[in-house]
């Protein structure tokens, strides 16, 4: 009997909860979700930038606050962009809903990221790299000044000119991998003949460069270009 006279009561609150469940779903219907809004603005401006390597490429857009209501809009949000803006690191996007005729401004930002090979340590002149000592971070492409490496299999082998602190990216200038004074091989010939001799490196050299050394043997001054470490070539 308890239980029958509770009933109106019951039935009462069950209609106020679905009341309640109603008007809020009606509501959600009303305004559009801003974290949806935000992620919509960073595929749009991936797109835009059209850039086949995307993962290196990190878009992060900026949230909107969670007091501002978006009106919902009966078709699919519009975005604009400049092509000016496109080159920037803050990104301002204009998303508007034509049937509604409102519009507001996101901001988008855009970082272009790149292997970059760092030292792990602090490192003082003198110091061979190694597989150790190095490693390969991401890094924002525009906090790069000068060239820079992105494989360490490169450097391995090399040494360092001047003191590194930890987490520096290696550039050409710190290194070397024939250094001022070292003892070089200098190699030379052509197709049916080779020729090798020893030498002093007078000068700092990566791969690829061409230096000064002499030959130990005729104490000939000769321009060589690095081959590796500790090995140079003359061209004939």
């Known amino acids: 009997m308890k239980k029958l006279n509770n009933y109106p009561v019951f039935v009462k609150i069950i209609t106020i909860v679905i009341s309640l469940s109603s008007f809020i779903t009606a509501a959600d219907e009303n305004y559009l979700d801003n974290q949806a809004l935000v992620l919509q603005a960073e595929q749009f401006i991936i797109a835009q930038l059209q850039i086949d390597t995307a993962n290196q490429i990190k878009v992060e857009g900026m949230p909107v606050d969670e007091r501002i209501n978006i009106p919902a809009c009966g078709q699919a949000i519009e975005f604009q962009v400049s092509p000016e803006a496109l080159f920037q690191s803050n990104i301002t996007v204009k998303a508007q809903c034509p049937v509604s005729n409102w519009y507001m401004f996101l901001m988008v930002k855009a970082t272009e990221i790149q292997p970059v090979v760092v030292v792990t340590s602090a490192l003082s002149p003198g110091t061979l790299l190694n597989e150790n000592n190095l490693q390969v971070v991401d890094m924002d492409k525009k906090r790069m000044r000068n060239t820079t490496f992105s494989d360490i299999s490169s450097?391995?082998?090399?040494?360092?000119?001047?003191?590194?602190?930890?987490g520096r990216p290696i550039e050409p200038n710190d290194l070397c991998f024939v250094c001022e004074g070292d003892n070089v091989v200098i190699s030379a010939g052509s197709a049916n003949m080779q020729i090798k001799t020893n030498g002093i490196a007078l000068e700092d050299g990566n791969i690829g460069e061409t230096i000064r050394v002499k030959n130990s043997r005729s104490n000939i001054n000769l321009m060589a270009?690095?081959?590796?470490?500790?090995?140079?070539?003359?061209?004939?």
């Open 155 to 166: 450097l391995v082998g090399a040494r360092v000119k001047r003191r590194l602190v930890s």
């Open 225 to 236: 270009q690095v081959m590796t470490t500790n090995q140079v070539r003359v061209n004939l």
